[in-house]
Nanobody, 118 residues
Framework: QEQLVESGGGEVQSGGSLKISCVAS??????????MGWYRQAPGKQRELVAT???????EYKPSLKDRFTISRDVPRSTVYLQMDDLKLEDTAVYYC??????????WGQGTQVTVSS
């Protein structure tokens, strides 16, 4: 059974940096990971795209985050990272890892809380 485990969340002061990671395991036999990504959900708001990365190396970002956030992927370790710099109060949210496999199924992690304080 596929499992996504996020880590690295926590509290950081405004202007600080944080790097979160997500490891995917239990990928079904014969399946490959097509896309790994990060989404976030702030209190009272809908879940939104932060960034995604494909096996080809193509990345996509929420435009307003592109200058401060960097997504990267360790393919052999089925791990995706999100480096977040110059964090702002509005970046406070639960950050979710997602994985799209070649069978068209998207899986989600349990989420990791990122809190930016003033």
């Amino acid at each position: 059974q596929e499992q996504l485990v996020e880590s690295g969340g926590g509290e950081v002061q405004s202007g600080g940096s944080l790097k979160i990671s997500c490891v995917a395991s239990g990928i079904g036999s014969g399946l490959i990971i097509r896309v790994m990504g990060w989404y976030r959900q702030a209190p009272g708001k809908q879940r939104e795209l932060v960034a995604t990365t494909m096996g080809t190396g193509i990345t996509e970002y929420k435009p307003s985050l592109k200058d401060r956030f960097t997504i990267s992927r360790d393919v052999p370790r089925s791990t995706v990272y999100l480096q977040m710099d110059d964090l702002k109060l509005e970046d406070t949210a639960v950050y979710y890892c997602s994985v799209l496999t070649s069978d068209g199924i998207t899986s989600w992690g349990q989420g990791t809380q990122v809190t930016v304080s003033s």
